[in-house]
């Protein structure tokens, strides 16, 4: 099974940096896409930030500019790069990975969650 495991998260103000950890048990090999997902209260799940196997990269409007998304194959590890964080970046965040086995089903797979809050 994999597990992620987030780490990272923290009280910061407004105009601060953070950089968010997800670490993936064994190697990461047959993951096809890892993202970072928050989830405000009261507010549904959202998508930050992602990143394929080949290294595209994709991000939310409100990430655009301010977030990076990384991965370390080797460490086994993705990251986020927060910069700039506002107030409305409180949330919890959680990792997100896609596995395809080798018969080609594929499962998600999902972190506890690390809670970041921005004060003003």
């Known amino acids: 099974q994999v597990e992620l495991v987030e780490s990272g998260g923290g009280m910061v103000q407004a105009g601060g940096s953070l950089r968010l950890s997800c670490a993936t048990s064994?190697?990461?090999?047959?993951?096809?896409?890892m993202a970072w997902y928050r989830q405000a209260p009261g507010k549904q799940r959202e998508l930050v930030a992602s990143?394929?196997?080949?290294?595209?990269?994709n991000y939310a409007n409100s990430a655009k500019g301010r977030h990076t998304i990384s991965r370390d194959n080797v460490k086994n590890t993705l990251y986020l790069q927060m910069n700039s964080l506002k107030p409305e970046d409180t949330a919890v965040y959680y990792c997100?990975?896609?596995?395809?086995?080798?018969?080609?089903?594929?499962?998600?797979?999902w972190g506890q969650g690390t809670q970041v809050t921005v004060s003003s």
């Open positions: 064994g190697s990461m090999f047959g993951i096809v896409a």
């Open positions: 997100n990975a896609v596995f395809r086995d080798p018969h080609q089903y594929e499962y998600d797979y």
């Open positions: 990143i394929t196997s080949g290294g595209s990269t």
